[in-house]
T-cell receptor, first 117, second 112 residues
Framework: GAVVSQHPSWVICKSGTSVKIECRSL??????MFWYRQFPKQSLMLMAT?????????EQGVEKDKFLINHASLTLSTLTVTSAHPEDSSFYIC?????????????FGQGTRLTVV | TQLLEQSPQFLSIQEGENLTVYCNSS?????LQWYRQEPGEGPVLLVT?????EVKKLKRLTFQFGDARKDSSLHITAAQTGDTGLYLC????????????FGTGTRLTIIP
């Protein structure tokens, strides 16, 4: 299957600082990438859809000025959590869809555990 | 808003037993996927079903997509400890930027 790499796997930061998380599709091109947040023992909650070369589409209730998404190339999307607070601590996961014709599956990164202290 | 309800939410059974997990919605989906997620990792795709009534088998796992493409089931035969994990169904995700809607999840524990 296609490989999606997320970096870092975990990060601890101080309250008020910003953290950037990278999501790369290693062996395919991804026109669209998705960013999710997952709280302990819960399912994935979609935060935003990242489209290469255009602005991200945010889900209702997600602050676009706090969670900055950039999708500058067909293989890289970044999520920046700005002015992080302890309540932003969570497991963040990205996924990418192969733009090749006929591929509908989304492949997931390994996730980033963010802890804000 | 499309919602996918999974049942049961938690399931703990003995190794060797059979089990079924259900994924239900009032909405029609173009396709439906099943994932398994281990703690601290991203979900791993198990299967994609796209045709109403479709049945797919993956070793001891059998996946079925409802005729109306609103529901799905996952049946595991002779469960093994390695089957332990969080099982997630997800609907949508067709061509273009159609987003996936994830189910509420089923946490499965297989007891040796």
């Amino acid at each position: 299957g296609a490989v999606v790499s997320q970096h870092p796997s975990w990060v601890i930061c101080k309250s008020g600082t910003s953290v950037k998380i990278e999501c790369r599709s290693l062996d395919f091109q991804a026109t669209t990438m998705f960013w999710y947040r997952q709280f302990p023992k819960q399912s994935l909650m979609l935060m935003a859809t990242s489209n290469e070369g255009s602005k991200a589409t945010y889900e209702q209730g997600v602050e676009k000025d706090k969670f900055l998404i950039n999708h500058a190339s067909l293989t890289l999307s970044t999520l920046t959590v700005t002015s992080a607070h302890p309540e932003d601590s969570s497991f963040y996961i990205c996924s990418a869809r192969d733009r090749a014709v006929g591929r509908t599956e989304a492949f997931f990164g390994q996730g980033t555990r963010l802890t804000v202290v | 808003t499309q919602l996918l309800e999974q049942s049961p939410q938690f399931l703990s059974i003995q190794e060797g037993e059979n089990l079924t997990v259900y994924c239900n919605s009032s909405s029609v989906f173009s396709s439906l996927q099943w994932y398994r997620q281990e703690p601290g990792e991203g979900p791993v795709l198990l299967v994609t079903v796209v045709t109403g009534g479709e049945v797919k088998k993956l070793k001891r796992l059998t996946f079925q997509f409802g005729d109306a493409r609103k529901d799905s089931s996952l049946h595991i035969t002779a469960a093994q400890t390695g089957d332990t994990g969080l099982y997630l169904c997800a609907g949508g995700g067709g061509f273009g930027n159609e987003k996936l809607t994830f189910g509420t999840g089923t946490r499965l524990t297989i007891i040796p």
